[in-house]
């Protein structure tokens, strides 16, 4: 029963954008930030509980998170918590729209993405945006054709991440009074220093969606890409491989979109 309403809600939500893709494209619906990379532009951040609430507003969506009455987070084991979704992603009051849209499925992200001009990254140009330079003219201190070992640069500082990434993590987070078993919470998508091609929170922050295996179907895991506030900074490497069933809608996954130029 899990996996049929996930594909009914999928199916739904295509069918709901579907007009306004071929309307809205050329406007930019979702109002995403785009840095150029070449082959493909990348949304500069996370994409936002505002941008998210624009597409609802068209598509009618109600998010898997939302029939179930909330999404989960890990205590011991998955546990649900009632009335986190996109909306209020630690339950109680309403979030910032600067805050990252978590609480989401996959297909719920592939939805959105489409709809915004664009889709979900393969793991391939996600991995490529968040660690290796490739603007022509890139600010300091940051060298063009250059990998990093973090989508940060040298060292994790100044992400949003457990630990390891500076006391100013902390004072970043945001987790509507929720009491949490572990991490402190998510930060407002541009609260962290821009890192690699000028992008906020490819590391940490909230895990993001990658279509990885690319064109798998039904409820197959699909990689999570860049590490979250729940984790520290080994998480965020690129040789850091992590996934989760494509229905999972959770506190700490949320996504960003591409498009071709």
């Given amino acids: 029963m899990r996996i049929v309403s996930t594909q009914r809600l999928a199916r739904a939500s295509f069918l709901a954008v579907l007009i306004p893709i071929a309307v809205h494209a050329q406007r930019d619906p979702a109002g995403i930030d785009w840095q150029a990379l070449g082959e493909f532009s990348i949304a500069r951040t996370e994409t936002t509980i505002g941008q998210f609430r624009r597409f609802v507003d068209v598509s009618r969506m109600v998010t898997r998170a939302e029939h179930n009455g909330g999404g989960e987070v890990y205590e011991a084991g998955w546990v649900k918590k009632n009335g986190w979704t996109w909306r209020t992603p630690f339950g109680g009051s309403a979030a910032h729209d600067d ?116 064109g798998a179907g039904g409820n197959a895991e699909r990689r999570t890409r860049g590490g979250s506030w729940w984790y520290g900074a080994a998480q965020m490497r690129a040789s850091h491989l992590q996934g989760k069933p494509a229905d999972t809608a959770v506190v700490y996954i949320g996504f960003r979109c591409v498009r071709q130029p």
């Fill in 99 to 214: 805050e990252p849209a978590v609480h989401v499925t996959f297909d719920e992200a592939q939805a959105f993405c489409r709809w915004a001009g664009g889709r979900l990254p393969t793991d391939e140009e996600w991995v490529r945006a968040a660690y290796t330079e490739l603007r022509e003219s890139p600010s300091a201190p940051f060298a063009r054709g250059r990998t990093y070992p973090f989508p940060t640069g040298e060292s994790p500082e100044g992400a949003q991440c457990l630990g390891d990434c500076g006391p100013a993590a902390k004072k970043r987070a945001i987790n509507h009074g929720a009491r949490l078993s572990r991490g402190d919470g998510h930060a407002r998508v541009t609260a962290t220093p821009a890192g690699v091609n000028g992008l906020h929170d490819m590391g940490g922050n909230v895990w993001e969606w990658v279509d990885e295996p690319r």
